[in-house]
Structure formats: C-alpha cells, structure tokens
C-alpha cells in the first residue's frame, strides 16, 4: 500500500471513528434516560429504531450525493447535522427530542459511510488492495462500538445525561478535523450510463444481486445472534454480567479477525471468505441450542465473531469490482439500505419466530438459510479472477 493511501486510510478512519461512536454513545444514553424517565419499553424500541430508520430512508439519496459531491461536503453536512441534533438534546433533554436526535444521529452516519466507503473504493489500484483498505475501515466501526457507549457511560455516571450528550455532540466536529487535508475524488463521470438511470436497475444484474442476498443472509445472522443470545442466556439462568461477556466476546472477535485481515488480503479471495463464513456460521448456529454452559456459549461466540467480522471487508470488495465506478454511491446505498432495514424488521420477525418455533428452531432455520445460501458463494469463487485491476 502506496504511504500516501496509508496517511489517508488512518485520517478516514479516525473521522468515521468520530462520527460513527455519536450514534452509539446516543443509542445507549438516549433509551436509558427514556427508561429512568418511566417510558414503557415500546417507546424505547421506537426510539432504538429510529437510528436504523434514517439510514434505511436516506441510504440511496445519500449514495447518489456522494457520487455528485465526492467525500468532502457529506461529510461537513453529516458533521453539522449529527452535532446539531446532539446539541439539541443537550438543550432540552425530553423523549421527543432525543427522538430527533436519534434521527439526525443515524442520517449523520448513513451519509458519512457511503461517502467514506466510495472514496476508500476508489483509492485502491486493485482487488487486492480494495480487500485491505476495506479490512482497515471495518476495524473504525468496532473501535466507535465501544468508544461511544463507554464515554457516555462514564459521563452519566461523573457529571449527568447532559454532560454525555455533549461531549456525543462534539465528536462528530472532529471528523471533519480528519478528513479535511484527505484529497477528495471529482464527481464520476456518467457518460457511460443514462442519467436517469434506477439505482434499482443494479438488482438486475446477477452477481450484485447474489451479492446482496448473501450480504443480508449474514447481516441477519449478526442480528440474530445480538438479539437471541440474552434470551438464551436467560432460559439457562445466565447473569447480566455472563451474557454481557459472551456478547462481548463475539464483538472483541469480530475486531482481531478485522486486524488481521489486510495482512491475509493478497492470500484469500473474496468468494473463499464469504463462502466459509456462511458455512462456518451454520454450523454454529446449529450447536448454540444445544450447549448449556456459559464457557461453551462463550467459544461459540468467539468463534462467529471470527467468521461474521472476516465478511465485510470481502462484501466490499467485491462491491466496488462488480458494480461500474460511476455507481459506486448507489450500490452503497442500496447495500446500507438492505443491512439497516433488517436491523429494524429482523427482530421483530425473530421475537414473533420465537414464540412459534422457540429459540431453537429460528437459530436453525436462519442457520439453514445461510447454510444454503453459500452455494452463491463458491460459484462467484468460481466465476471471478483472484485479481482484477480497477483502473
């Protein structure tokens, strides 16, 4: 990787960090304020998915902004609007502001990825380097993941509610402190398609199509595990603190395997990854039903996390290589589209599941789903170069 990639990579990623972790201090703080307040726990599942919402409505108008406007002025808006809804709940702490918070928040995050993920696509020479600068972004989200909600925790804690949303309301002032000396991209050109052109139109084209398929068959095995594993855990007379560390455990795997990912890039192809991720993820989704120990819960954990987190850098990748450069944004949002909308219907649909089929049966459909679904990836292995130049 060229030092001037790396320079920017590192600023990318610290200004994704800023962004990304006042979405999560927000989504820890904001319900549990809700909650000492007396709000019911519908109103806070309404407030939880109105972070998920904004990206869902705003994914394709935010990957088509990027496309005409490069990384520069998304993420000065994305700056703006993200602090200025922080700032606002710290001005009047009341459910329906924070319920606005949580929107701006999700929007402010939903136009700074897709722009952040354009450029980085269009900053790799190949497929190689496309899967390691994707594997050194993915790590940005799992540092902010514990960044935020651990910052605002201790600020409730020291100082108040107040004092959180603050500092979660500057954070994202930074982000543009990092990406202000990154060199932007000019807008793609579009002569090679009609301006008018769907972004829908992408889902006709076979590979993207499986590709987002197998993208939202993981994407759903994530959910299922965030939400079903606390639900396990208490049918086996697991503490808060257990099933907090077997959670935790999958997240802390999902980020070493995201570390060690740009150095296997030149060794692995995207297809092989995904493909074993699928079925490595079956198979456990199998087994979780049937241990009963915390320490066997806790390997399992580890050991998705390790197969879930090596699947974004390589969905990426394959992303920015089939889809044609000029629509890069739109295929991104598309994609952003798809992951946030499952976060917002998969667990109701898991909870309504559950109480037909157990939690047994729907760890084992969905894991059957996956499992099937892995036949697309060894035939995109099949069908693609190990390479491709992007130039």
Excluded at 345 to 354: D, I, K, Q, T
Excluded at 363 to 371: I, L, R
Aim: net charge positive; with cysteine; hydrophobic share 55%.
């Amino acid at each position: 990787m060229r030092p001037g990639t790396r320079t920017a990579l590192v600023r990318l990623i610290g200004a994704q960090i800023c962004v990304h972790a006042c979405m999560t201090g927000f989504r820890m703080a904001a319900p549990l304020m809700a909650l000492r307040e007396g709000h019911s726990a519908a109103a806070v599942g309404v407030l939880l998915a109105l972070f998920a919402l904004a990206q869902v409505v705003l994914a394709l108008p935010a990957g088509r902004y990027a496309e005409h406007h490069g990384l520069q002025r998304p993420f000065v808006l994305a700056s703006v609007v993200a602090t200025a809804g922080g700032l606002s709940s710290v001005a009047w702490p009341q459910f329906g502001v924070l319920c606005l918070t949580a929107i701006t928040s999700g929007a402010a995050v939903c136009l700074a990825m897709i722009a952040l993920q354009r450029h980085v696509g269009h900053m790799a020479s190949d497929a190689t380097e496309l899967r390691q600068v994707f594997s050194w972004v993915a790590v940005g989200p799992s540092i902010s993941n514990f960044l935020g909600p651990f910052l605002a925790g201790l600020l409730i804690d020291a100082s108040g509610f107040r004092a959180a949303y603050l500092l979660m309301a500057l954070l994202p002032s930074l982000a543009w402190w990092w990406v202000r000396r990154v060199p932007d991209h000019p807008a793609a050109v579009t002569d090679e398609a009609p301006r008018r052109q769907s972004s829908w139109d992408l889902l006709r084209d076979k590979p993207f199509r499986d590709l987002m398929l197998m993208n939202w068959l993981l994407a759903s095995c994530w959910d299922v595990h965030t939400f079903l594993v606390p639900v396990l855990g208490h049918e086996r007379g697991l503490s808060a603190t257990v099933i907090g560390s077997i959670l935790g455990a999958f997240a802390l795997a999902a980020t070493a395997i995201r570390l060690v990912m740009p150095w296997l890039a030149s060794r692995l192809h995207e297809g092989t990854v995904i493909g074993a991720a699928m079925v490595s993820t079956a198979l456990l989704f199998a087994f979780y039903p049937l241990v009963h120990t915390a320490w066997l819960m806790g390997l399992l954990s580890v050991l998705l996390g390790l197969a879930l987190g090596s699947v974004q850098p390589m969905v990426m990748s394959t992303l920015h290589q089939i889809t044609p450069k000029h629509r890069h944004g739109e295929a991104l949002g598309l994609r952003s589209m798809a992951i946030n909308g499952s976060s917002v219907v998969m667990p109701l649909l898991f909870g309504s599941a559950g109480v037909l089929v157990g939690v047994s049966g729907v760890f084992w459909t969905v894991g059957f789903a996956v499992g099937a679904g892995s036949r697309l990836a060894w035939r995109m292995r099949r069908s693609a170069p190990s390479t491709q130049r992007l130039d």
